[in-house]
Structures are given as structure tokens and as C-alpha cells.
């Protein structure tokens, strides 16, 4: 897909021409600032080398991490930045690599999926007329539009974590409910430490467009700002982190006292069943001569005692309190 945005009086004219791009002429026609590729196929990619001279290679949003390989100038000119971009998605939420190629005052964002750090920078674009002047303010707003993004999705875990802690911390917490919340919890603790890694890589970026002095004195302090804003979502984040640690561990908790209860339970009843079972014992003995055997009411007795001599431990245990 080619999203196709233009410079008009100094406006960014976010319009879609996907649907009037369907030729390489209809491409030479438009003199955009940014060339936005979901997906591109071939053929697509052949227009933007015809059009701009710009080759796009295939692993062109490899995972490689390596900053010389993320961060670098070509001989002819060409800047590439390579970042990741967070999709707070309820089924499977994950970061999204883009490839930035700026090139000849022109932007070209590579990427396969769909992002909403995108939409929501040409939805801004268009309420916001003098929000664009050239193809690095694009790249820019949408640094600033992602740690927005973060900033917001962090709040949303924030507010997951404040109901979980109120299932955690009530009085009575069952095996079946601490493992709901500890899959609430784990999802939450991989969603920040997306966010955390999102927003690494996007100080990284940042910092690499600083040092290329590419930007203009007001786009330099624009950067700044939004490495500051990087800043306390850094720290937000490492808030966030200890209290995922401290539900973890209370949820654990709850879970170790239940099962000590069953192991309680079970040790009471091994040790009120010791008593019973040495008598059982002691008249399952082959002696010739032992008085109950010959006694009309033998048996009965023996079976009475049995009883009182399993009452009598859990009654002990009652009232020392280690039933409760």
C-alpha cells in the first residue's frame, strides 16, 4: 500500500491517494514530502525507484539490533533510521519495526503492519495546519506522537493494575482466582517492558539525528523535549515494574498460604491417625496371653479407644487454634 502525503502552503495535506496511484505516472505527478509503504510490493517499490532513484532492499526491516546497522548515512545522500513502533493490541501486543529512508527533503516509511502512532500523526496533520514544514518535522511529530502513545498505554496498565490489586489485596484469595491474576499480571508486565524497549529505541533514534546535525535549531529543542518526555515514561516504567514485582509476590503468597492450609490439614491428620493406628497394632499382635481377647466387651473397647484417641489430638489442636 502507498500512503502518498504532500506539503501545501505549508500544510501537510494528509489525503490517501492509493486509490488515484495506480501507475508509475500517476506518481511523477505528485511532489510529496512523505512516502508512507504498508506492505510494499514489488511493483511498488519499482515506482519508488523510478520516481526517486531510491532503492528499497528486501530485508530492509530485519530485526538486526546492532546501532551501525539501525543508524546510518549512505555515500549519496540517503539517512537511514530503523525504530520500533508499539501496537497495544488486547490479543497479541508487540513492536512493530519501521525503516526511515530520508532522502532528497522526502520521507519513505517502510513497514508491515498498519500502526496507530501513523494514524494518529495524519490525524493530527489535518486538524493542525501548520503542524508540518518538511519531511524531518514528519519524522519528528511522529517520535512525539509514539511517546504519547506510550504515555498513554502506560496509563492503561496503571489503571489494569489498580483492579488487579483489588482482587489481590481483598480477604480471601482461591487457587483458581490467583491464577487469573497472575496471567493479568504477567500480561501487563510484557506490555510495559515493550514500552520500555519502545521507548529506548526511540531515544536512540533521537539522538542520532541530533548528532547528525540534521535538525534546525528549533527541531534540535523539539528533540530535547521529547527526550525529556522519554525521560519520565523511563521512570514510569521502572514504577510500574515494582509494583508488578510486589502483586507477583502477593498473588504467590496467597497461593503458598493456601496450599499450606491443604499441607496443614494433612499433617493434623496424620498425626490424629498415629494414636489409632498403634492400637490397631498392638492387638493385631500374636500374643498368647492378652486379657481383651478373652473379655466379652474386647472389641468394643478397643474400638472406642481408637475413636478417643482420635478425638483427643484434634481436639487439642482446636483449641490451640491450628485448625483455623
Same mark, same amino acid.
Given at each position: ?9 505549508? $500544510?501537510?495535506?494528509? +489525503? =490517501?491517494?492509493?486509490? /488515484?496511484?495506480?501507475?508509475? #505516472? @500517476? !506518481?511523477?505527478? *505528485? ?17 519508488? $525507484?523510478?520516481?526517486? +532513484? =531510491?532503492?528499497?532492499? /528486501?530485508?530492509?526491516?530485519? #530485526? @538486526? !539490533?546492532?546501532? *551501525? ?87 492503561g496498565i496503571y489503571d489494569n493494575l489498580e483492579k488487579v490489586s483489588a482482587r489481590v489485596l ?94 496443614k490439614i494433612f499433617s493434623v491428620a496424620s498425626v490424629a491417625l498415629l494414636p489409632p493406628t ?47
Amino acid at each position: 500500500m502507498l500512503n502518498v502525503f504532500t506539503l501545501d502552503n505549508g $500544510r501537510l495535506k494528509g +489525503g =490517501l491517494f492509493q486509490e /488515484e496511484i495506480e501507475s508509475a #505516472e @500517476d !506518481l511523477a505527478l *505528485s511532489r510529496p514530502v512523505w512516502v508512507d509503504l504498508e506492505d510494499p510490493t514489488a511493483v511498488e517499490k519499482g515506482w519508488i $525507484r523510478d520516481r526517486f +532513484g =531510491l532503492v528499497i532492499p /528486501e530485508d530492509i526491516v530485519d #530485526e @538486526d !539490533l546492532e546501532e *551501525s546497522a539501525r543508524f546510518y548515512e549512505e555515500d549519496n545522500g540517503e539517512l537511514h533510521i530503523r525504530s520500533d513502533f508499539l501496537i497495544d493490541d488486547d490479543e497479541a501486543p508487540r513492536n512493530v519495526r519501521v525503516a526511515f529512508i530520508l532522502y532528497n527533503n522526502v520521507l519513505f516509511s517502510i513497514h508491515n503492519e498498519d500502526l496507530p502512532v501513523f494514524r494518529l500523526l495524519r490525524l493530527r496533520a489535518r486538524r493542525i495546519p501548520a503542524l508540518i514544514e518538511d519531511a524531518k518535522d514528519v519524522l519528528l511529530k511522529l517520535y512525539d506522537a509514539d511517546a504519547e502513545y506510550s504515555a498513554d498505554v502506560l496509563e492503561g496498565i496503571y489503571d489494569n493494575l489498580e483492579k488487579v490489586s483489588a482482587r489481590v489485596l481483598k480477604k480471601d484469595v482461591n487457587d483458581t482466582e490467583a491464577g487469573e491474576v497472575l496471567a493479568a499480571i504477567a500480561r501487563e508486565e510484557d506490555l510495559n517492558g515493550r514500552i520500555r524497549r519502545n521507548v529506548m529505541d526511540t531515544r536512540r533514534a533521537l539522538s542520532f539525528m541530533m548528532r547528525s546535525r540534521m535538525l534546525s535549531a528549533e527541531q534540535f529543542e523539539e528533540s530535547r523535549q521529547i527526550l525529556r518526555d522519554i525521560d519520565s515514561l523511563d521512570s514510569h516504567t521502572a514504577f510500574l515494574f515494582d509494583k508488578v514485582n510486589f502483586l507477583m509476590d502477593a498473588t504467590v503468597g496467597f497461593i503458598n498460604i493456601n496450599q499450606n492450609k491443604i499441607i496443614k490439614i494433612f499433617s493434623v491428620a496424620s498425626v490424629a491417625l498415629l494414636p489409632p493406628t498403634l492400637i490397631a497394632s498392638v492387638y493385631g499382635m500374636n500374643f498368647k496371653f492378652m486379657p481383651e481377647v478373652d473379655w466379652q466387651y474386647g472389641y468394643p473397647f478397643a474400638l472406642g479407644l481408637m475413636l478417643a484417641s482420635v478425638a483427643a489430638p484434634f481436639i487439642y489442636f482446636r483449641r490451640k487454634g491450628w485448625l483455623r
